[in-house]
């Protein structure tokens, strides 16, 4: 859910990520372009994909036992 539950304790104190530290979380750098509304941005951080998780697994698995 995003927007909804993107909550973080911080010294005792609970508050919530901002899209910039969501899109991080995602693998996005710094310096990306935000232009839309943050609702939007969490949306999108939320149903995206980590490239790096996807490099990382296909490195870890062997895949010629799946070429013919």
């Known amino acids: ?11 005792g104190r609970i508050r919530k990520l901002t899209p910039k530290e969501c899109l991080r979380l995602m693998g996005f750098r710094d310096d990306f372009k ?3 509304s943050d609702t939007q941005m969490y ?8 490239v790096d ?3 990382a697994l296909l490195k870890k698995m062997d ?6």
């Open 43 to 50: 949306r999108q951080a939320g149903t995206g994909s980590v």
């Open 53 to 55: 998780v996807y490099i």
């Open 1 to 11: 859910r995003s927007g909804v539950d993107n909550y973080v304790t911080h010294s």
């Open 34 to 36: 935000q232009v839309v």
């Open 63 to 68: 895949i010629t036992k799946f070429v013919k």
